[in-house]
T-cell receptor, first 113, second 114 residues
């Protein structure tokens, strides 16, 4: 069964550094998403992406955040000037053109020190 | 705006007993509704979804949920709990016919007592 994959599974970085979280969505999917889950809290929407542009973003997704689909398979989330409060589990998700179900990857746990 | 309320951040049931996890939603348009499960240190797995067909939806691992528009509810049930059901369960809503975000509830941690 096709699945969404994410790398790395864990990322530790120093405050102020840049990180790139990578996702490989399901191959025929066209809609892509990033969510985050701060430890012990609910999953929160960050951004949705379709046709090579952002469809919607939340207020969490400030100008330090960016997304990119650099090739036909990867979908990345870049966080510049990381802050302590960026520490969270980041989930990538993808959805097909006709489907309503978003399929989630296993997540990347980001720790900012 | 859409929202989801899950009643009870922690629920404990005995093995073999009925599982009932409550979820109420708010949506200005007909919603899609989902239940996701998260096992410790793992990602989100779709348990079941409501997309406007049958109001009683059956999912994986013996779970089911019933969409009740009049009560704006989508409670999750399982007749007989197993130890392996211990996990965090998230109810979620999204708008139909849009490439829209999913709004998650705060989650309910299900504990299974031996």
């Amino acid at each position: 069964e096709p699945e969404v994959t994410q790398t790395p599974s864990h990322q530790v970085t120093q405050m102020g550094q840049e990180v790139i979280l990578r996702c490989v969505p399901i191959s025929n999917h066209l809609y892509f998403y990033w969510y985050r889950q701060i430890l012990g809290q609910k999953v929160e929407f960050l951004v949705s992406f379709y046709n090579n542009e952002i469809s919607e973003k939340s207020e969490i997704f400030d100008d330090r955040f960016s997304v990119e689909r650099p090739d036909g398979s990867n979908f990345t989330l870049k966080i510049r000037s990381t802050k302590l409060e960026d520490s969270a589990m980041y989930f990538c998700a993808s959805r097909g053109l006709a489907g309503e179900t978003q399929y989630f990857g296993p997540g990347t746990r980001l720790l900012v020190l | 705006a859409q929202s989801v309320t899950q009643l009870g951040s922690h629920v404990s049931v005995s093995e073999g007993a009925l599982v009932l996890l409550r979820c109420n939603y708010s949506s200005s348009v007909p919603p899609y509704l989902f239940w996701y499960v998260q096992y410790p240190n793992q990602g989100l797995q779709l348990l079941l979804k409501y997309t406007s067909a049958a109001t009683l939806v059956k999912g994986i691992n013996g779970f089911e949920a019933e969409f009740k528009k009049s009560e704006t509810s989508f409670h999750l049930t399982k007749p007989s709990a197993h130890m392996s059901d211990a996990a965090e369960y998230f109810c979620a809503v999204s708008e139909r016919n849009r490439d829209d975000k999913i709004i998650f509830g705060k989650g309910t941690r299900l504990h299974i007592l031996p």
